[in-house]
């Protein structure tokens, strides 16, 4: 296909795409003619791919490099691409390193091995959870790690279910988009799907329903 048949494919302008090829995101195509190249489905699958990491998950260029650079290194194994395209996609707040800082991630290893989960000791995303208890604590509420405990057997759930879809993926390259793709367009739905069952909970128990959604009529 042309390049501007790729953008309607997927759409994603033609300025955008070239933007991309330029920044080696997205392989150029074949040289078809003077000023002119060919692009496939392996194209166009590319292109939906870092649409959905800018669009959904409003990712940096920088940041959609590195998740692809993972992708296609196949070098890497599998299980170190999946912890580096974890790092690429993390979003680590600066704690500073204040004893309170260093108590706090501590507090977070320590439940993590009691749990008994292998995380590696530069897992960003404990500090992440070391940060969430400092701003609980700064908000007068004594929490701890271990009350974490709900969201962790909620998103071992969770990972049960995304790591086992790797069982299906065709090759590496497919096995770590899969996961990424999952991590970021599914964490958008658990969002909105937390969001829809705390308002389905507060009607029933604090206030009345609302209509539903649609004029459907409401079930249970």
Do not use: C
């Not at 991309?20 to 194209?43: C, F, K, M």
């Amino acid at each position: 296909m042309r390049i501007s048949e790729l953008s309607r494919a997927s759409g994603v302008s033609v300025a955008t795409i070239k933007y991309w090829i330029r920044e080696g995101l997205v392989p150029p195509g074949a040289t078809s003619a003077p000023n002119q190249a060919a692009y496939d489905d392996a194209h166009l699958h590319r292109v939906r791919l870092i649409r959905a990491l800018r669009e959904v998950a409003d990712l940096p260029i920088a940041t959609v490099a590195d998740v692809l650079a993972v992708v296609d290194d196949e070098g890497v194994p599998l299980h170190d691409a999946l912890g580096r395209a974890h790092r690429a996609l993390a979003d680590v707040p600066d704690i500073g390193d204040s004893p309170t800082a260093e108590q706090a991630i501590d507090e977070v290893d320590t439940w993590l091995h009691t749990m008994g989960w292998q995380v590696s000791a530069d897992a960003p995303d404990r500090i992440v959870l070391a940060h969430a208890l400092l701003v609980m604590r700064e908000m007068g509420r004594e929490e701890s790690a271990v009350d974490f405990q709900p969201w962790a057997e909620a998103a071992m759930r969770l990972a049960e279910h995304e790591v086992g879809t790797i069982e299906g993926a065709e090759g590496r390259a497919d096995a770590v988009e899969r996961m990424v793709v999952g991590t970021v367009v599914h964490g958008q739905v658990l969002g909105a799907l937390r969001r829809l069952a705390q308002e389905h909970l507060s009607a029933q128990r604090i206030g009345d329903p609302p209509p539903p959604p649609g004029g459907a009529p409401p079930t249970g």
